[in-house]
């Protein structure tokens, strides 16, 4: 399972629900460009800002952001399959992707962070033909296919 941006933060807020109610989890996660903590800001949002405002103390149904569902940094974290994390230096979701790498990480899950340089949000996404985007896919699809076994 992977997404980008809040692709990513669906994944990884599916594996932590996953993991809560004892299902089977995927073979392997791609969070690419996201946030697995809903209770702060990164560092990077900072300084490439794509809201304004503080963040609320719940969301509008009552949860709180500290939830372990809607925050997956929150969850038991060690059951996450290993994890391909991708992001940018110019990426507000820079320091929210690499913390959850490092938390991923002190959980002895098996995560992988790259980051590219001088290039913006989800760029694999939007920026078809530049040798960076090449890179990035070729770099999800190695680390897809050496973590997914086919379906027989």
Known sequence: ???????????????????QTGE?????????????????MGDSEGWLPVSTGPLAR???FGVPLDDPVLSPIF???SRFPPTLLIT??????????????????DHGVDARLVVFDGLPHAFWA?????????????LIASFLKQKV????
């Open 126 to 138: 939007y920026m078809p033909g530049i040798p960076e985007t090449d890179a990035a896919n070729a």
């Open 1 to 19: 399972m992977f997404g980008t941006s809040e692709g990513a933060v669906l994944g990884a807020q599916l594996v932590a629900k996953l993991t």
């Open 58 to 60: 719940e969301t509008e």
């Open 24 to 40: 089977r989890l995927p073979a392997a996660l791609g969070f690419f460009a996201g946030s697995a903590d809903m209770t702060r």
């Open 88 to 105: 940018s230096t110019r990426d507000f979701a820079l320091s929210a992707t690499s913390k959850f790498g490092r938390v991923l990480l």
């Open 75 to 77: 969850s038991d974290l």
């Open 149 to 152: 076994s086919p379906v027989k």
